[in-house]
């Protein structure tokens, strides 16, 4: 198990360690993106990359400003991101009330922007197998879970015209 003893070993000159941390960041965070970007959300590659960097810039602020970094000072940091993104997302959700039944619309894409800025906060601390695996279980929800929800969605047109 990493101990925030090696989370928080990185030397603030050493600039390819915080590139490679950023860089994960940027990949993981463009994924998610890029799905969202394919299925016509309008929260898409851009946003998820900058959700994901900027978690990691904001992650890496209290890693590298002291060799003697607690764990309090990198968990008020994530709690802080994530009131922020939680606002964020907030701003993706929309309720449709036109219709005989009001609709909600962008949960999903709220709950991604969310999951990827928690993603960016892994890159940031050096966490790359709990992270790679992280977005590979995201991306599984996103495509997979989408196309079973649409299966299911033709079985019980299906079943209705029978």
Same mark, same amino acid.
């Given at each position: ?18 590139t ?51 764990p309090?000072?990198? /968990?008020? $940091?994530?709690?802080? =991101?994530?009131?922020?993104? !939680?606002? @964020?997302? #907030?701003?993706e959700?929309? *309720? ?12 999903? /894409?709220? $709950?991604?922007?969310? =999951?990827?800025?928690?993603? !960016?906060? @892994?890159? #940031?601390?050096?966490?790359? *197998? ?33």
């Amino acid at each position: 198990m990493t101990s925030l003893v090696t989370i928080a070993d990185i030397n603030p000159d050493d600039w390819i360690e915080f590139t490679l941390r950023l860089a994960i960041s940027m990949v993981v965070g463009g994924a998610i993106g890029w799905e969202r970007q394919l299925s016509g959300k309008a929260a898409g590659l851009r946003t998820h990359t900058l959700v994901s960097l900027g978690t990691a810039l904001f992650i890496m602020v209290p890693l590298s400003l002291s060799p003697a970094t607690t764990p309090d000072s990198v /968990s008020r $940091a994530i709690q802080g =991101v994530a009131t922020g993104i !939680g606002f @964020l997302g #907030a701003g993706e959700i929309v *309720q449709h009330r036109d219709s005989r039944k009001p609709h909600v619309y962008g949960l999903t /894409s709220a $709950a991604s922007i969310w =999951v990827t800025a928690a993603l !960016g906060a @892994l890159a #940031a601390c050096g966490l790359w *197998q709990i992270c790679l695996v992280g977005t590979s279980m995201i991306l599984t929800v996103l495509i997979g879970e989408k196309r079973l929800e649409d299966w299911l969605k033709q079985q019980r047109i299906k079943s209705s015209k029978e």
